[in-house]
Protein backbone atom coordinates (compact mmCIF):
# COMPACT_ATOMS: atom_id res chain seq x y z
CA UNK A 1 0.00 0.00 0.00
CA UNK A 2 1.42 2.79 -0.74
CA UNK A 3 1.71 6.31 0.97
CA UNK A 4 0.04 8.69 -1.41
CA UNK A 5 -2.91 6.50 -1.83
CA UNK A 6 -3.69 6.54 1.95
CA UNK A 7 -3.41 10.60 1.86
CA UNK A 8 -5.66 10.83 -0.66
CA UNK A 9 -7.76 8.50 1.07
CA UNK A 10 -7.64 10.41 4.07
CA UNK A 11 -8.04 14.05 2.66
CA UNK A 12 -11.71 14.66 2.07
CA UNK A 13 -12.26 13.71 6.19
CA UNK A 14 -11.79 17.30 6.69
CA UNK A 15 -14.52 18.43 4.93
CA UNK A 16 -17.04 15.46 6.44
CA UNK A 17 -19.58 16.83 8.56
CA UNK A 18 -18.99 16.67 12.05
CA UNK A 19 -21.92 14.86 14.18
CA UNK A 20 -22.75 14.42 17.92
CA UNK A 21 -21.61 10.69 19.16
CA UNK A 22 -21.28 10.17 22.46
CA UNK A 23 -17.63 8.66 23.35
CA UNK A 24 -18.48 5.73 25.90
CA UNK A 25 -15.06 5.31 27.26
CA UNK A 26 -14.87 8.90 28.59
CA UNK A 27 -18.80 9.35 29.12
CA UNK A 28 -18.92 12.62 27.48
CA UNK A 29 -20.26 14.14 24.41
CA UNK A 30 -17.36 14.38 22.13
CA UNK A 31 -17.71 15.72 17.98
CA UNK A 32 -16.19 12.68 16.01
CA UNK A 33 -15.75 12.74 11.97
CA UNK A 34 -17.25 10.23 10.43
CA UNK A 35 -15.52 9.03 7.06
CA UNK A 36 -17.07 10.77 3.77
CA UNK A 37 -18.48 7.51 1.78
CA UNK A 38 -16.00 7.24 -0.75
CA UNK A 39 -17.91 3.19 -1.98
CA UNK A 40 -20.54 3.21 -4.13
CA UNK A 41 -23.83 1.92 -1.96
CA UNK A 42 -24.34 -0.98 -4.01
CA UNK A 43 -21.96 -3.89 -3.06
CA UNK A 44 -20.10 -5.19 -6.28
CA UNK A 45 -17.83 -7.99 -5.26
CA UNK A 46 -18.60 -9.58 -1.94
CA UNK A 47 -15.91 -11.50 -0.33
CA UNK A 48 -18.63 -13.15 2.33
CA UNK A 49 -22.19 -13.35 2.31
CA UNK A 50 -24.09 -15.14 5.27
CA UNK A 51 -27.78 -16.13 4.38
CA UNK A 52 -29.69 -16.21 7.32
CA UNK A 53 -27.15 -17.39 9.59
CA UNK A 54 -28.01 -18.42 13.51
CA UNK A 55 -25.33 -19.40 15.99
CA UNK A 56 -26.41 -21.31 18.87
CA UNK A 57 -23.36 -22.03 22.50
CA UNK A 58 -25.11 -25.23 23.50
CA UNK A 59 -28.57 -24.99 22.06
CA UNK A 60 -28.96 -21.40 23.40
CA UNK A 61 -28.89 -18.97 20.36
CA UNK A 62 -26.55 -16.18 20.46
CA UNK A 63 -27.26 -14.38 17.04
CA UNK A 64 -30.13 -15.10 14.57
CA UNK A 65 -31.01 -14.85 11.23
CA UNK A 66 -28.40 -12.76 9.86
CA UNK A 67 -27.86 -11.92 6.47
CA UNK A 68 -24.68 -10.02 5.65
CA UNK A 69 -22.84 -9.28 2.71
CA UNK A 70 -19.16 -8.00 3.12
CA UNK A 71 -17.71 -6.37 0.53
CA UNK A 72 -14.26 -6.61 -1.08
CA UNK A 73 -11.47 -4.47 -0.32
CA UNK A 74 -13.10 -2.08 2.29
CA UNK A 75 -13.88 -1.98 5.48
CA UNK A 76 -16.64 -3.09 7.63
CA UNK A 77 -17.59 -2.38 11.41
CA UNK A 78 -19.57 -4.80 13.44
CA UNK A 79 -21.10 -2.73 16.19
CA UNK A 80 -23.91 -2.92 18.87
CA UNK A 81 -23.85 -3.47 22.57
CA UNK A 82 -22.62 -6.22 24.73
CA UNK A 83 -23.61 -9.38 23.86
CA UNK A 84 -25.04 -8.23 20.71
CA UNK A 85 -22.84 -10.96 19.13
CA UNK A 86 -20.86 -9.34 16.91
CA UNK A 87 -18.04 -11.12 17.90
CA UNK A 88 -19.60 -14.01 17.49
CA UNK A 89 -20.65 -12.83 14.19
CA UNK A 90 -16.92 -12.37 12.96
CA UNK A 91 -15.45 -15.87 14.23
CA UNK A 92 -18.51 -17.42 11.78
CA UNK A 93 -16.30 -16.03 8.87
CA UNK A 94 -13.10 -18.35 9.80
CA UNK A 95 -14.89 -20.75 11.76
CA UNK A 96 -13.21 -20.30 14.42
CA UNK A 97 -16.51 -21.15 16.64
CA UNK A 98 -15.83 -24.54 15.49
CA UNK A 99 -13.16 -24.30 18.30
CA UNK A 100 -15.68 -23.51 21.34
CA UNK A 101 -17.06 -26.82 22.21
CA UNK A 102 -21.01 -26.96 21.56
CA UNK A 103 -21.00 -23.90 19.64
CA UNK A 104 -23.39 -24.96 16.24
CA UNK A 105 -24.10 -22.77 12.91
CA UNK A 106 -27.60 -22.96 10.93
CA UNK A 107 -27.64 -21.09 7.05
CA UNK A 108 -24.83 -20.76 5.38
CA UNK A 109 -21.61 -18.50 4.96
CA UNK A 110 -20.03 -17.94 1.20
CA UNK A 111 -16.77 -16.69 0.47
CA UNK A 112 -16.35 -15.92 -2.94
CA UNK A 113 -19.23 -18.10 -3.63
CA UNK A 114 -17.94 -21.18 -1.68
CA UNK A 115 -19.91 -22.19 1.11
CA UNK A 116 -17.01 -22.19 3.82
CA UNK A 117 -18.77 -24.72 6.42
CA UNK A 118 -19.17 -27.62 3.33
CA UNK A 119 -17.87 -30.56 4.51
CA UNK A 120 -15.13 -31.37 2.45
CA UNK A 121 -13.66 -27.94 3.23
CA UNK A 122 -10.57 -27.91 5.79
CA UNK A 123 -11.02 -25.01 8.01
CA UNK A 124 -7.78 -24.92 8.40
CA UNK A 125 -7.44 -23.84 4.95
CA UNK A 126 -10.30 -21.13 5.44
CA UNK A 127 -8.09 -19.66 8.45
CA UNK A 128 -5.13 -19.64 6.33
CA UNK A 129 -7.33 -17.24 3.81
CA UNK A 130 -8.95 -15.22 6.25
CA UNK A 131 -6.67 -13.97 8.82
CA UNK A 132 -7.21 -12.92 12.35
CA UNK A 133 -6.19 -10.38 14.99
CA UNK A 134 -7.53 -10.67 18.25
CA UNK A 135 -8.62 -8.20 21.52
CA UNK A 136 -5.46 -8.54 23.48
CA UNK A 137 -2.30 -8.81 21.68
CA UNK A 138 -1.39 -12.28 21.26
CA UNK A 139 2.44 -12.64 20.47
CA UNK A 140 3.82 -16.23 20.47
CA UNK A 141 6.90 -16.11 23.32
CA UNK A 142 9.11 -16.35 20.09
CA UNK A 143 11.56 -14.21 18.57
CA UNK A 144 10.06 -11.04 16.26
CA UNK A 145 10.66 -13.06 13.78
CA UNK A 146 9.54 -15.70 14.59
CA UNK A 147 6.08 -14.79 15.31
CA UNK A 148 5.63 -13.25 11.76
CA UNK A 149 7.64 -16.24 10.03
CA UNK A 150 5.25 -19.13 11.89
CA UNK A 151 2.21 -18.88 9.66
CA UNK A 152 4.96 -19.20 6.29
CA UNK A 153 6.41 -21.95 8.23
CA UNK A 154 3.43 -23.78 9.12
CA UNK A 155 2.03 -23.93 5.33
CA UNK A 156 5.53 -24.56 3.88
CA UNK A 157 6.38 -21.32 2.81
CA UNK A 158 9.71 -21.31 3.02
CA UNK A 159 11.11 -19.51 0.38
CA UNK A 160 12.41 -15.94 0.74
CA UNK A 161 11.35 -16.38 4.70
CA UNK A 162 13.54 -12.92 5.50
CA UNK A 163 11.93 -10.85 2.80
CA UNK A 164 8.71 -12.00 3.75
CA UNK A 165 8.74 -11.01 6.86
CA UNK A 166 10.30 -8.02 6.22
CA UNK A 167 7.49 -7.45 4.08
CA UNK A 168 4.58 -8.17 6.82
CA UNK A 169 6.59 -6.07 9.51
CA UNK A 170 6.68 -2.81 6.59
CA UNK A 171 2.98 -4.00 6.13
CA UNK A 172 2.38 -3.36 9.50
CA UNK A 173 3.77 -0.24 10.40
CA UNK A 174 6.31 -1.79 12.55
CA UNK A 175 9.24 -2.27 10.59
CA UNK A 176 11.10 0.69 11.32
CA UNK A 177 10.47 0.10 15.24
CA UNK A 178 11.94 -3.21 15.28
CA UNK A 179 14.12 -3.84 12.58
CA UNK A 180 17.46 -3.96 14.72
CA UNK A 181 15.56 -6.45 17.43
CA UNK A 182 14.12 -9.37 14.92
CA UNK A 183 15.59 -11.61 17.72
CA UNK A 184 13.95 -10.49 20.69
CA UNK A 185 10.59 -12.35 22.26
CA UNK A 186 7.56 -10.55 20.71
CA UNK A 187 6.34 -9.92 23.92
CA UNK A 188 8.48 -7.79 25.22
CA UNK A 189 6.87 -5.19 23.10
CA UNK A 190 4.65 -2.45 24.31
CA UNK A 191 1.01 -3.27 23.82
CA UNK A 192 0.70 -1.80 20.63
CA UNK A 193 3.86 -2.80 19.01
CA UNK A 194 2.42 -6.12 20.30
CA UNK A 195 -1.01 -5.49 18.27
CA UNK A 196 0.49 -4.47 14.84
CA UNK A 197 3.25 -7.93 15.39
CA UNK A 198 -0.21 -10.02 15.35
CA UNK A 199 -1.48 -7.74 12.14
CA UNK A 200 2.17 -8.41 10.87
CA UNK A 201 1.75 -11.98 11.63
CA UNK A 202 -1.71 -12.44 10.10
CA UNK A 203 -0.35 -10.54 6.67
CA UNK A 204 2.38 -12.77 6.50
CA UNK A 205 0.24 -15.23 5.20
CA UNK A 206 -1.04 -13.00 2.10
CA UNK A 207 -4.62 -13.79 3.59
CA UNK A 208 -7.38 -11.95 1.43
CA UNK A 209 -9.70 -10.99 4.28
CA UNK A 210 -8.21 -9.72 7.96
CA UNK A 211 -11.03 -10.30 10.84
CA UNK A 212 -10.31 -7.98 13.66
CA UNK A 213 -11.97 -8.63 17.05
CA UNK A 214 -11.97 -5.05 19.12
CA UNK A 215 -8.30 -4.86 17.83
CA UNK A 216 -7.57 -1.97 19.88
CA UNK A 217 -9.71 -2.13 22.59
CA UNK A 218 -7.10 -3.01 25.15
CA UNK A 219 -4.49 -0.42 23.65
CA UNK A 220 -3.81 3.30 24.87
CA UNK A 221 -4.96 6.02 22.59
CA UNK A 222 -1.92 6.78 20.52
CA UNK A 223 -1.93 3.14 20.23
CA UNK A 224 -5.54 3.06 18.97
CA UNK A 225 -4.70 5.58 15.94
CA UNK A 226 -1.84 3.62 15.10
CA UNK A 227 -3.88 0.79 14.80
CA UNK A 228 -6.38 2.66 12.73
CA UNK A 229 -3.60 4.58 10.39
CA UNK A 230 -2.88 0.93 9.90
CA UNK A 231 -6.27 -0.10 8.81
CA UNK A 232 -6.88 2.44 6.20
CA UNK A 233 -3.12 1.34 4.86
CA UNK A 234 -3.96 -1.69 4.48
CA UNK A 235 -7.85 -1.19 3.13
CA UNK A 236 -7.46 -2.02 -0.84
CA UNK A 237 -5.11 -4.57 -0.39
CA UNK A 238 -6.85 -6.26 2.20
CA UNK A 239 -10.80 -6.44 3.15
CA UNK A 240 -10.96 -6.29 6.64
CA UNK A 241 -13.91 -7.01 9.17
CA UNK A 242 -13.72 -5.22 12.73
CA UNK A 243 -15.81 -5.33 15.45
CA UNK A 244 -15.50 -2.58 17.73
CA UNK A 245 -17.15 -0.89 20.57
CA UNK A 246 -16.06 2.46 20.07
CA UNK A 247 -18.15 4.35 17.81
CA UNK A 248 -16.30 6.31 17.24
CA UNK A 249 -13.54 4.29 15.75
CA UNK A 250 -16.00 2.68 13.54
CA UNK A 251 -17.21 6.37 11.98
CA UNK A 252 -13.75 6.72 11.55
CA UNK A 253 -11.93 3.83 9.75
CA UNK A 254 -15.00 2.09 8.06
CA UNK A 255 -17.08 2.54 5.00
CA UNK A 256 -19.67 0.24 6.05
CA UNK A 257 -21.47 -0.16 9.76
CA UNK A 258 -23.22 -3.24 10.29
CA UNK A 259 -24.84 -2.21 13.96
CA UNK A 260 -26.26 -5.60 15.82
CA UNK A 261 -28.49 -5.68 19.15
CA UNK A 262 -30.31 -7.97 21.87
CA UNK A 263 -33.68 -8.85 21.03
CA UNK A 264 -35.14 -10.66 24.39
CA UNK A 265 -36.55 -14.03 23.07
CA UNK A 266 -38.37 -16.30 25.38
CA UNK A 267 -36.09 -15.02 28.12
CA UNK A 268 -32.70 -15.72 26.40
CA UNK A 269 -30.77 -12.68 24.96
CA UNK A 270 -30.05 -13.12 20.71
CA UNK A 271 -28.16 -10.64 18.91
CA UNK A 272 -29.27 -9.53 15.82
CA UNK A 273 -28.63 -7.23 12.98
CA UNK A 274 -30.51 -4.05 13.06
CA UNK A 275 -29.03 -1.77 10.31
CA UNK A 276 -26.42 -2.18 7.75
CA UNK A 277 -25.45 0.66 5.61
CA UNK A 278 -22.72 2.66 4.80
CA UNK A 279 -20.94 3.70 7.74
CA UNK A 280 -21.73 7.88 6.98
CA UNK A 281 -25.71 7.22 6.41
CA UNK A 282 -25.48 4.60 9.71
CA UNK A 283 -24.03 7.76 11.39
CA UNK A 284 -25.80 10.68 10.10
CA UNK A 285 -29.30 9.26 9.06
CA UNK A 286 -30.02 6.00 10.52
CA UNK A 287 -33.30 4.17 9.48
CA UNK A 288 -33.68 2.42 12.44
CA UNK A 289 -34.54 4.22 15.45
CA UNK A 290 -32.30 1.50 17.81
CA UNK A 291 -29.65 2.31 15.64
CA UNK A 292 -30.13 5.99 16.32
CA UNK A 293 -30.19 5.72 20.17
CA UNK A 294 -27.10 3.21 20.26
CA UNK A 295 -24.81 5.64 18.01
CA UNK A 296 -26.30 8.95 20.24
CA UNK A 297 -25.81 7.49 23.65
CA UNK A 298 -28.81 6.36 24.73
CA UNK A 299 -28.32 2.56 25.05
CA UNK A 300 -26.36 0.22 25.42
CA UNK B 1 -24.42 10.88 27.82
CA UNK B 2 -28.15 11.67 28.27
CA UNK B 3 -28.52 9.11 31.37
CA UNK B 4 -28.31 10.84 34.63
CA UNK B 5 -27.06 9.43 37.59
CA UNK B 6 -28.86 10.49 40.96
CA UNK B 7 -25.93 10.32 44.05
CA UNK B 8 -26.95 9.30 46.99
CA UNK B 9 -25.39 10.71 49.97
CA UNK B 10 -22.11 9.16 50.39
CA UNK B 11 -20.93 8.57 53.87
CA UNK B 12 -19.36 11.29 56.38
CA UNK B 13 -15.32 11.40 55.43
CA UNK B 14 -13.55 11.04 58.90
CA UNK B 15 -11.84 14.16 60.14
CA UNK B 16 -8.54 14.55 59.65
CA UNK B 17 -5.70 14.05 62.31
CA UNK B 18 -6.27 10.81 64.86
CA UNK B 19 -3.09 8.57 63.01
CA UNK B 20 -3.05 7.14 66.35
CA UNK B 21 -6.79 7.25 67.81
CA UNK B 22 -7.30 3.70 66.98
CA UNK B 23 -11.31 2.46 68.45
CA UNK B 24 -11.76 -1.10 69.96
CA UNK B 25 -12.94 -3.05 66.56
CA UNK B 26 -9.36 -1.90 64.67
CA UNK B 27 -7.86 -3.14 67.85
CA UNK B 28 -9.12 -6.29 67.64
CA UNK B 29 -8.47 -6.86 63.90
CA UNK B 30 -4.99 -5.91 64.55
CA UNK B 31 -4.56 -8.59 67.56
CA UNK B 32 -6.58 -11.47 64.88
CA UNK B 33 -4.27 -10.39 62.10
CA UNK B 34 -1.07 -10.75 64.84
CA UNK B 35 -2.11 -13.72 66.51
CA UNK B 36 -2.84 -15.43 62.75
CA UNK B 37 0.67 -14.76 61.88
CA UNK B 38 2.14 -16.63 64.85
CA UNK B 39 -0.17 -19.20 65.07
CA UNK B 40 1.23 -20.10 60.77
CA UNK B 41 4.58 -19.62 61.62
CA UNK B 42 4.35 -21.89 64.59
CA UNK B 43 3.00 -24.30 62.41
CA UNK B 44 5.47 -23.93 59.91
CA UNK B 45 8.09 -24.49 62.16
CA UNK B 46 6.32 -27.60 63.58
CA UNK B 47 6.00 -29.45 60.09
CA UNK B 48 9.47 -28.71 59.45
CA UNK B 49 11.08 -30.23 62.67
CA UNK B 50 10.52 -34.45 61.03
CA UNK B 51 11.34 -32.79 58.06
CA UNK B 52 15.27 -31.75 59.67
CA UNK B 53 14.44 -34.76 61.87
CA UNK B 54 14.97 -36.66 58.98
CA UNK B 55 17.90 -34.93 57.24
CA UNK B 56 19.72 -35.11 60.41
CA UNK B 57 19.11 -38.50 61.27
CA UNK B 58 19.78 -40.08 57.80
CA UNK B 59 22.89 -37.98 57.21
CA UNK B 60 24.68 -38.64 60.59
CA UNK B 61 24.27 -42.41 60.64
CA UNK B 62 24.39 -42.65 56.54
CA UNK B 63 27.79 -41.00 56.35
CA UNK B 64 30.26 -43.59 58.05
CA UNK B 65 29.76 -46.29 56.06
CA UNK B 66 29.33 -43.86 52.61
CA UNK B 67 32.97 -43.42 50.86
CA UNK B 68 33.84 -44.69 47.28
CA UNK B 69 33.82 -48.76 47.88
CA UNK B 70 29.98 -47.83 48.10
CA UNK B 71 29.41 -47.08 44.75
CA UNK B 72 32.01 -49.78 43.30
CA UNK B 73 31.63 -52.58 45.56
CA UNK B 74 28.50 -54.89 45.94
CA UNK B 75 26.83 -55.70 49.65
CA UNK B 76 29.01 -58.27 51.23
CA UNK B 77 27.30 -60.57 54.14
CA UNK B 78 25.49 -58.42 56.60
CA UNK B 79 28.38 -58.85 59.30
CA UNK B 80 31.28 -57.89 57.36
CA UNK B 81 32.36 -54.19 57.28
CA UNK B 82 32.74 -52.27 53.94
CA UNK B 83 31.53 -52.96 50.89
CA UNK B 84 28.63 -50.86 49.26
CA UNK B 85 25.05 -50.96 47.31
CA UNK B 86 26.53 -51.08 44.18
CA UNK B 87 24.24 -53.95 42.78
CA UNK B 88 21.39 -51.68 44.34
CA UNK B 89 22.46 -48.64 42.30
CA UNK B 90 22.63 -50.17 39.07
CA UNK B 91 19.19 -51.82 39.82
CA UNK B 92 17.78 -48.95 40.55
CA UNK B 93 19.13 -46.63 37.69
CA UNK B 94 18.37 -49.55 35.39
CA UNK B 95 14.42 -49.76 36.28
CA UNK B 96 14.01 -46.08 37.22
CA UNK B 97 15.31 -45.47 33.36
CA UNK B 98 13.21 -47.74 31.63
CA UNK B 99 10.09 -47.08 33.62
CA UNK B 100 10.80 -43.47 32.57
CA UNK B 101 11.02 -44.45 28.76
CA UNK B 102 7.59 -46.05 29.30
CA UNK B 103 5.79 -43.65 31.64
CA UNK B 104 6.90 -40.60 30.75
CA UNK B 105 5.91 -40.44 26.88
CA UNK B 106 2.69 -42.70 27.51
CA UNK B 107 1.88 -40.22 30.51
CA UNK B 108 2.35 -37.33 28.12
CA UNK B 109 1.15 -38.48 25.16
CA UNK B 110 -2.08 -39.26 27.75
CA UNK B 111 -2.12 -35.48 29.34
CA UNK B 112 -2.33 -34.06 25.70
CA UNK B 113 -5.02 -36.28 24.64
CA UNK B 114 -6.77 -35.14 27.32
CA UNK B 115 -6.21 -31.41 27.15
CA UNK B 116 -6.01 -31.28 23.51
CA UNK B 117 -8.45 -33.55 21.63
CA UNK B 118 -10.41 -35.55 23.90
CA UNK B 119 -13.90 -33.94 25.18
CA UNK B 120 -15.95 -36.95 25.33
CA UNK B 121 -16.94 -39.78 26.93
CA UNK B 122 -13.81 -41.32 26.33
CA UNK B 123 -11.38 -38.73 27.99
CA UNK B 124 -13.62 -38.74 30.84
CA UNK B 125 -13.00 -42.39 31.84
CA UNK B 126 -9.13 -42.15 31.64
CA UNK B 127 -9.12 -38.54 33.63
CA UNK B 128 -11.45 -40.72 36.05
CA UNK B 129 -8.90 -43.61 36.07
CA UNK B 130 -6.01 -42.03 36.47
CA UNK B 131 -7.13 -40.20 39.59
CA UNK B 132 -8.19 -43.66 40.38
CA UNK B 133 -4.77 -44.90 40.06
CA UNK B 134 -2.86 -41.73 41.78
CA UNK B 135 -4.62 -43.03 45.33
CA UNK B 136 -3.63 -47.14 44.37
CA UNK B 137 -1.60 -48.32 47.24
CA UNK B 138 2.15 -49.16 45.76
CA UNK B 139 1.90 -52.95 47.11
CA UNK B 140 -1.48 -53.25 45.11
CA UNK B 141 0.22 -52.30 41.74
CA UNK B 142 2.87 -54.78 43.23
CA UNK B 143 0.49 -57.60 43.34
CA UNK B 144 -1.09 -56.75 40.07
CA UNK B 145 2.20 -57.19 38.19
CA UNK B 146 3.01 -60.29 40.18
CA UNK B 147 -0.10 -61.78 39.33
CA UNK B 148 -0.20 -60.70 35.78
CA UNK B 149 3.48 -61.32 34.89
CA UNK B 150 5.63 -62.33 37.29
CA UNK B 151 4.65 -65.64 38.00
CA UNK B 152 4.31 -66.14 33.83
CA UNK B 153 7.94 -64.72 33.49
CA UNK B 154 9.84 -64.72 36.54
CA UNK B 155 11.23 -62.07 38.65
CA UNK B 156 13.22 -59.67 37.09
CA UNK B 157 14.08 -55.62 35.86
CA UNK B 158 11.30 -55.69 33.42
CA UNK B 159 9.08 -56.56 35.89
CA UNK B 160 9.98 -53.90 38.52
CA UNK B 161 10.36 -51.37 35.35
CA UNK B 162 6.96 -51.89 34.56
CA UNK B 163 5.83 -51.84 38.39
CA UNK B 164 7.46 -48.47 38.77
CA UNK B 165 6.09 -46.83 35.12
CA UNK B 166 2.41 -48.02 36.81
CA UNK B 167 2.88 -45.67 39.98
CA UNK B 168 4.90 -42.98 37.38
CA UNK B 169 2.01 -43.00 35.19
CA UNK B 170 -0.85 -41.08 37.30
CA UNK B 171 1.82 -38.58 38.37
CA UNK B 172 2.96 -37.84 35.03
CA UNK B 173 -0.05 -37.33 33.16
CA UNK B 174 -1.80 -35.27 35.75
CA UNK B 175 0.77 -32.62 36.44
CA UNK B 176 1.52 -32.78 32.16
CA UNK B 177 -2.21 -32.27 32.19
CA UNK B 178 -2.35 -29.02 34.70
CA UNK B 179 1.06 -27.45 33.04
CA UNK B 180 -0.82 -27.96 29.42
CA UNK B 181 -4.35 -26.28 31.27
CA UNK B 182 -1.96 -23.38 32.13
CA UNK B 183 -1.11 -22.75 28.67
CA UNK B 184 -3.58 -19.53 27.67
CA UNK B 185 -6.76 -20.34 24.79
CA UNK B 186 -5.18 -17.20 22.93
CA UNK B 187 -2.28 -18.95 22.25
CA UNK B 188 -4.05 -21.80 20.68
CA UNK B 189 -6.32 -19.58 18.68
CA UNK B 190 -3.57 -17.16 17.16
CA UNK B 191 -2.22 -20.46 16.28
CA UNK B 192 -5.43 -21.75 14.54
CA UNK B 193 -6.22 -18.50 13.46
CA UNK B 194 -3.13 -18.78 10.72
CA UNK B 195 -3.95 -22.01 9.65
CA UNK B 196 -2.73 -24.46 12.25
CA UNK B 197 -4.05 -27.36 12.69
CA UNK B 198 -4.20 -29.10 15.79
CA UNK B 199 -1.42 -31.22 16.14
CA UNK B 200 0.95 -28.31 14.65
CA UNK B 201 -0.21 -25.92 17.59
CA UNK B 202 0.36 -28.69 19.87
CA UNK B 203 3.23 -29.40 18.99
CA UNK B 204 4.69 -25.75 18.10
CA UNK B 205 2.61 -23.42 20.59
CA UNK B 206 1.52 -25.73 23.54
CA UNK B 207 4.27 -27.84 24.28
CA UNK B 208 7.11 -25.33 23.72
CA UNK B 209 5.49 -23.55 26.23
CA UNK B 210 4.51 -26.21 28.83
CA UNK B 211 7.74 -28.02 28.37
CA UNK B 212 9.59 -26.77 31.64
CA UNK B 213 6.51 -27.78 34.11
CA UNK B 214 6.31 -31.60 32.09
CA UNK B 215 9.90 -31.99 32.47
CA UNK B 216 9.61 -30.71 36.33
CA UNK B 217 6.39 -33.14 36.63
CA UNK B 218 8.54 -36.22 34.89
CA UNK B 219 11.03 -35.57 37.59
CA UNK B 220 9.27 -35.49 40.30
CA UNK B 221 7.97 -38.79 39.09
CA UNK B 222 10.96 -40.14 38.68
CA UNK B 223 12.06 -39.32 42.08
CA UNK B 224 9.17 -40.96 43.22
CA UNK B 225 9.63 -44.06 41.51
CA UNK B 226 13.58 -44.00 43.02
CA UNK B 227 12.34 -44.48 46.55
CA UNK B 228 9.67 -47.00 45.52
CA UNK B 229 9.66 -50.39 47.73
CA UNK B 230 7.09 -52.05 48.12
CA UNK B 231 5.88 -52.53 44.63
CA UNK B 232 10.00 -54.19 43.70
CA UNK B 233 9.18 -56.52 46.71
CA UNK B 234 7.08 -58.42 44.64
CA UNK B 235 8.43 -57.74 40.94
CA UNK B 236 12.30 -57.41 41.44
CA UNK B 237 12.81 -59.48 44.55
CA UNK B 238 16.20 -57.92 45.24
CA UNK B 239 19.76 -59.55 44.40
CA UNK B 240 23.00 -59.97 45.82
CA UNK B 241 24.90 -59.73 42.44
CA UNK B 242 25.00 -56.40 39.73
CA UNK B 243 21.92 -57.85 37.58
CA UNK B 244 22.37 -56.30 33.69
CA UNK B 245 19.88 -59.11 32.20
CA UNK B 246 16.38 -57.70 31.27
CA UNK B 247 14.82 -60.52 32.63
CA UNK B 248 14.45 -63.93 33.97
CA UNK B 249 16.93 -62.78 36.91
CA UNK B 250 15.66 -60.93 40.11
CA UNK B 251 17.11 -57.60 40.28
CA UNK B 252 18.43 -55.83 43.14
CA UNK B 253 17.42 -51.77 44.00
CA UNK B 254 18.93 -49.31 46.65
CA UNK B 255 15.14 -49.85 48.02
CA UNK B 256 14.97 -53.49 48.90
CA UNK B 257 18.84 -52.96 50.44
CA UNK B 258 18.11 -50.69 52.89
CA UNK B 259 14.85 -52.84 53.18
CA UNK B 260 16.81 -56.13 54.02
CA UNK B 261 19.84 -54.10 55.41
CA UNK B 262 17.36 -52.52 58.35
CA UNK B 263 16.04 -56.12 59.27
CA UNK B 264 20.02 -57.17 60.27
CA UNK B 265 20.95 -57.49 63.63
CA UNK B 266 24.20 -57.24 62.82
CA UNK B 267 25.59 -53.13 62.60
CA UNK B 268 27.63 -53.17 59.81
CA UNK B 269 24.70 -53.95 57.14
CA UNK B 270 22.67 -51.26 59.20
CA UNK B 271 25.28 -48.79 58.22
CA UNK B 272 24.77 -49.61 54.98
CA UNK B 273 21.13 -49.43 54.86
CA UNK B 274 21.86 -45.62 56.50
CA UNK B 275 24.03 -45.00 53.18
CA UNK B 276 21.99 -46.10 51.18
CA UNK B 277 19.26 -43.64 52.69
CA UNK B 278 21.30 -41.18 52.24
CA UNK B 279 22.36 -41.64 49.24
CA UNK B 280 18.85 -41.88 47.69
CA UNK B 281 18.02 -38.75 49.20
CA UNK B 282 20.62 -37.28 47.77
CA UNK B 283 19.46 -38.54 44.68
CA UNK B 284 16.04 -37.15 45.21
CA UNK B 285 16.81 -33.92 46.76
CA UNK B 286 18.96 -33.53 43.19
CA UNK B 287 16.12 -34.21 41.00
CA UNK B 288 13.80 -31.99 42.97
CA UNK B 289 16.17 -28.95 42.99
CA UNK B 290 16.90 -29.43 38.65
CA UNK B 291 13.17 -29.51 38.75
CA UNK B 292 13.35 -26.57 40.35
CA UNK B 293 15.90 -24.82 38.25
CA UNK B 294 14.13 -25.50 35.31
CA UNK B 295 10.58 -24.27 36.16
CA UNK B 296 12.03 -20.85 37.58
CA UNK B 297 14.02 -20.33 34.82
CA UNK B 298 11.07 -20.93 32.35
CA UNK B 299 9.14 -18.26 34.09
CA UNK B 300 11.61 -15.61 33.49
Known amino acids: ?300 | MSTTLTPTTPPAPTGPGGLREIDAHTRGRKRRSLIARYVLTAGMVIALIPLLMIIWTVASNGVGALGWSFFTEIEPPARREGGGYLNGIVGTVYMVSIASLLAIPLGIMAAIYLVEFGHGWLARIIRFFTDVMTGVPSVFVGLFVYAALVRQFRFGTIMGAIGLAIMMLPIVVRSSEEMLKLVPDDMRFASFGLGARRWQTVQKVVLPMAGPGITTGAMLAVARAAGETAVLLLTALGSLQVVTALSGVAQSSITLLIYDGAKQPFDPGKERAWAGALVLMGFVLLLTITARYISSRARR
Open chain 1, 1 to 300: MSETSSQTRRAPEAATPRIEVADRDRSTDVTTTVRQSTVPSAITEAVFEAKDVSVFYGGTPAVRNIDLKVPKGEITALIGPSGCGKSTMLRTFNRMNDLIPGCTLEGSITYHGEDIYADDIDPAEVRRRIGMVFQKPNPFGISIYDNVAFGPRLHGMKANLDDRVEQALRGAALWDEVKDKLGQPGVALSGGQQQRLCIARAIALEPDVILMDEPASALDPIATLAIEDLMRQLRGQYSIVVVTHNMQQAARVSDRTAFFSVDMEQGVRVGELVEYDLTEKVFTAASDPRTEAYITGRFG
